[in-house]
């Protein structure tokens, strides 16, 4: 068996074209504004913003890979959530875990993403199990740099079997986080893995055991407060090389916590995005 130990990085960026991106449904606490309306997103401002996106990662040396957005599938840009990009220690080769989105109205975004990945050759994977069970991507898990460890958060999206049926898949060793606030319904609107020693996190999000399971996995950790976390999506940030860190503007707390870390932040625009509750760490996927 040909196996290697760390993990390789990721070269490319999985982005959907925003040409089909609208917010037509609420299934998340931001998507509606204070009277109950469906926020209305500006399309224009939402493409500039895409593309300065594109730009940021093409900037950094990373090959951005544009699948189609589709009609029916306002939420589809928000690249984060159909799939869980990985490397098989076992084959030695790019794998992935498809996604069995909770939504029906996002459900049907997946096959979408299975065919790319089919047509790069990517050693296919699915969670198996009751019907019931749901899972979200990386919305919901992440790895933990080179180190073969996969954080598997449950609770609004994703079930709480998901941490032992990637086990199983992946060989990966899956620690198990429980999201304790509505507000931050996907694991990466709190928690965000910027290299294999550092995580940047809210931790009032968390309870005070998985604040200790944090704590112990990474030997550096960054506190995002409440109001950068929830105003500004700070732990939607994204760091695509263990050095840049890609966010949302407004965070001048964090940003100055992530420089005194060595970290360069590097701040965008996503406000038409935020509107349907996703940044910049929601908007793409790393692939192979
Ligand atoms: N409107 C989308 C939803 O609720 C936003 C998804 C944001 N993605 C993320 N990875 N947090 O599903």
């Given amino acids: 068996m040909n196996t ?10 999985l982005m959907v074209d925003p040409q089909h991106f609208d917010i037509q449904y609420s299934i998340n606490p931001f998507m509606k504004d204070e009277h109950g309306n469906l926020k209305k997103v500006d399309k224009a401002k939402a493409r500039q913003q895409w593309n300065a996106l594109a730009e940021t990662y093409r900037k950094l040396g990373l090959d951005v890979v544009v699948i189609p957005g589709r009609p029916n599938f306002p939420d589809m840009v928000f690249a984060a959530n159909q799939s869980m990009p990985y490397w098989s220690l076992d084959k030695n080769v790019p794998a992935v875990v498809m996604a069995k989105m909770q939504s029906d109205f996002r459900k049907d ?3 979408f993403f299975t065919e790319w990945f089919e047509g790069e050759h990517y050693s296919m994977g699915e969670i198996t199990g009751e019907p019931t069970m749901t899972f979200e991507g990386n919305g919901d898990v992440s790895i933990q740099g080179k180190r073969p460890v996969i954080w598997a958060a449950n609770g609004p999206r994703t079930s709480v079997e998901v941490a032992e049926a990637l086990h199983k898949l992946t060989g990966y060793e899956v620690v198990s986080l429980r999201l304790q606030d509505p507000r931050f319904y996907h694991l990466d609107t709190c928690f965000s893995i910027l290299n294999t020693d550092t995580v940047a996190y809210y931790p009032g999000a968390f309870d005070s055991a998985d604040v200790e399971k944090i704590k112990k996995g990474f030997s550096r950790q960054i506190e995002i407060s409440l109001e950068e976390c929830r105003d500004s999506f700070a732990g939607n940030c994204h760091s695509p090389d263990g050095k840049h860190v890609i966010l949302q503007q407004g965070s001048p707390k964090f940003c100055a916590a992530l420089r005194e870390h060595g970290f360069e932040p590097i701040e965008v625009d996503t406000s038409e995005f935020m509107k349907s509750g996703g940044s910049v760490f929601c908007m793409k996927m790393m692939a192979y």
């Fill in 4 to 13: 290697v130990k760390q993990i390789p990085a990721y070269q490319r960026v």
């Fill in 109 to 111: 975004e997946v096959p």
